[in-house]
């Protein structure tokens, strides 16, 4: 079945480094991929979307990349900020369907 | 505020009774869409509405459960006879149809249901 597979052990990193998030998604070629924030007991919010002719995307300390051949979209938060403490959730579409993945929680330490 | 909205926020049944849950999208969005979600997983796709015509449901979504969007404005979705296993958040999003069809969808804060 299609599925979308996210790291779902906690990562911890430290103010002010890079924080990097992995999506892999199997048995299927998703036309685009978006990444979500959900904060506990909400909505998710709409961070970014790349489509699979695009290798690479970004939005103030945001980048997300494509990688149609490892079948995978790496997410990076620079200079991450406790702010930024969250789970992360990458979702797959070929239509307006969405396809989630279990989303990995992001704590940085101050 | 002019963001998805949902009610109620949380539900409390008891098994077998049937619960109804509203979704109100952004005014001008004719995408509406209706997820499960449980603890530590993502969400769920159950249903889709385009205007007042639902075109595509997941097979998850037994004939328990309705989805309705009458006048292609606010949905809802009602869990006939409740089962234990139907506890969840309950989220609903709208998005926009613009060129390319791959839009972000703009989530409402989600209704918790708990059937004891």
């Known amino acids: 079945s299609q599925k979308i597979e996210q790291n779902s052990e906690a990562l911890n990193i430290q103010e002010g480094k890079t924080a990097t998030l992995t999506c892999n998604y199997t048995?299927?070629?998703?036309?685009?991929l978006q990444w979500y924030r959900q904060d506990p007991g909400r909505g998710p919010v709409f961070l970014l979307l790349?489509?699979?002719?695009?290798k690479e995307k970004r939005k103030e300390r945001l980048k997300v990349t494509f990688d149609t051949t490892l079948k995978q979209s790496l997410f990076h938060i620079t200079a991450s900020q406790p702010a930024d403490s969250a789970t992360y959730l990458c979702?797959?579409?070929?239509?307006?369907?969405?396809?989630f993945g279990t989303g990995t929680l992001l704590a940085v330490q101050p | 505020d002019t963001g998805v909205s949902q009610d109620p926020r949380h539900k409390i049944t008891k098994r077998g009774q049937n619960v109804t849950f509203r979704c109100d999208p952004i005014s001008e969005h004719n995408r509406l869409y209706w997820y499960r979600q449980t603890l530590g997983q993502g969400p769920e796709f159950l249903t889709y509405?385009?205007?007042?015509?639902?075109?595509?449901k997941s097979r998850l979504l037994s004939d328990r459960f309705s989805a309705e969007r009458p006048k292609g404005s606010f949905s809802t979705l009602e869990i006939q006879r409740t089962e234990q296993g139907d506890s969840a958040m309950y989220l609903c999003?709208?998005?926009?149809?613009?060129?390319?069809?791959?839009?972000?969808?703009?989530f409402g804060p989600g209704t918790r249901l708990t059937v004891l």
């Open positions: 048995n299927y070629s998703p036309a685009y």
């Open positions: 979702a797959g579409g070929a239509t307006n369907k969405l396809i």
């Open positions: 790349i489509r699979e002719n695009e």
């Open positions: 509405f385009q205007n007042e015509a639902q075109l595509e």
């Open positions: 999003a709208s998005s926009p149809t613009k060129a390319g069809d791959y839009n972000e969808q703009f």
